[in-house]
């Protein structure tokens, strides 16, 4: 058996989605793009399959991957969802034009469910043309591996295919598919679907599964269906608290967008925030601000609340008023959860040890002079670390970001005292802040960059930035130039819903 063949078949293959009745999913093959090739490929989520740096050297792995072949063992299938958008029902979603290839054993345990995003009409396609673009397959294959970096919970990304097929969105665009992973891409709309239909069986049989596939613990649990719910809420809320605390806007958070696992999933006009300003709407399409940056917390009580009513004939099938009392119990976990996570990582953030009642007024009193003054989000807080806790003059790189000087140094007497009490080294302190406020995001104008290269062909900028991101708590020589604020035309970029 030579090398190439050996990748392939060192995948062992689970299918337990595929396993579900009719009413899961629809079972179907990728359609191939013409002239697909292999732009890049994410070493670390190479590594989680156990494959090495040249198993995509593998032609028979590169086909099946791509597309352009099945494998008999491994059971194509696009899941069934619905889900709330922009607030609205919307009874019939589903992989419109992702499918899920197969689902394989981790290198380290575990199983991961390879999903290829672009890959050509489902029964679930309505209007759609099954296909993705080059720019917003980068902008998830980039996204997902840097909030991998970053420590918080989202699907992965194995890598992209670049095309010479052409597909038409405002504009003709290069069409491209992702290589996506995750345990599962279970979403709350997955629960949403059986429950509108009044399909109860169905809706236990996939909270059965989604137990026993990626909660085994809670099986033993009494009541298990409750367990559950309070898993994803809690999940739910440590992960927007990530995101907030991160500076990272979703955009589309709609709950067919929301994972069961608590993960970040379905990249679309997310963006980080350059200049802190709290109701950044990225999502140039959210004309109501919807999904604006500091409504994301309570979007996810609100997309919770639509899981917890789909779940609702599980919590108690007999007495409505009691399983109503389970799931707003479940819910009351929500925002003290994330309260606790945002005020633990702002506090880690600002580089402070103990907890003191008055540390979330001195971080809420920074944003808001980094409010007034537009200051940028991830520089401040990395350069933050620099700041000495002896009184002396504020340093004038810091100073001079903030419109309101005299507020800032007025703040700073507070931060340094405050500093002071928890006594610890600076120098101590400022490696402790550099692992948790990133030197490097993947601003919008970055990403920019690597997609006009890679809509020539070229993916050198795309590599380079892959590669940047894996790290984005140490401080790259020579790569300085990507922490840079936005120019004028990386500001004024604009993304949409289309994709
Ligand atoms: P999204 O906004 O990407 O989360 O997608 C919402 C729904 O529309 C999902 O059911 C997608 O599968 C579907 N969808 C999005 N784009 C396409 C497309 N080009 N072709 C088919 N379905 C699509
Ligand atoms: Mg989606």
Known sequence: MDAAVRQLSRLRFRNTFAAL??????RVTPTPLRGTHLASVSPAAAGLLGLGDQALADPELLDWLSGR????????????????????????????????????DGADGGHWELQLKGAGLTPFSRDGDGRAVLRSSIREYLCSEAMHALGIPTTRALCLFGSDETVYRERVERGAL?????????????????????????????????????FPALRDDPRPYLALLREVVQRTAALIAQWQLVGFAHGVMNTDNMSILGL????????????YEPGFVCNHSDHH???AFDRQPSIGLWNLTCLAQAMLPLLDADDGDAAVEQATDALAAYEPTLVAAYAAGLRAKLGLRDAHVDDQALGADLLALMAAGRVDYTNLFRDLAAVASAAAAPPAALRDRFVDRAGFDAWLVRYRERLRRDGVADAERAAAMRRVNPRYVLRNYLAQQAIAQAEQGDYAELDRLLALLARPYDEQPGMQAYAAEPPDW??????????
Not at 187 to 211: K, M, P, W
Not at 490 to 499: F, K, N, P
Request: glycine share 10%; charged share 20%; aromatic share 14%.
């Open 289 to 291: 601000g919807r999904y």
């Open 490 to 499: 990386g500001r004024a970029l604009e993304i949409s819903c289309s994709s």
């Open 178 to 214: 992702l290589l996506r992973m995750a345990p599962s891409h279970v979403r709350f709309g997955s629960f949403e679907v059986f429950f509108y239909r009044q399909q109860f069986q169905q809706l236990r049989e996939l909270a059965d599964y989604v137990i026993d596939h990626d």
């Open 21 to 26: 009745p009719e009413g899961f999913h629809a």
């Open 69 to 104: 072949r099945p494998h008999a063992d491994a059971a194509s299938l696009a899941m069934c969802y619905a889900g709330h958008q922009f607030g609205h029902y919307v009874p019939q979603l589903g992989d419109g034009r992702a499918i899920v290839l197969g689902e394989v």
């Open 264 to 275: 970040t999933l379905d990249y679309g006009p997310f963006g980080f925030l350059d200049a």
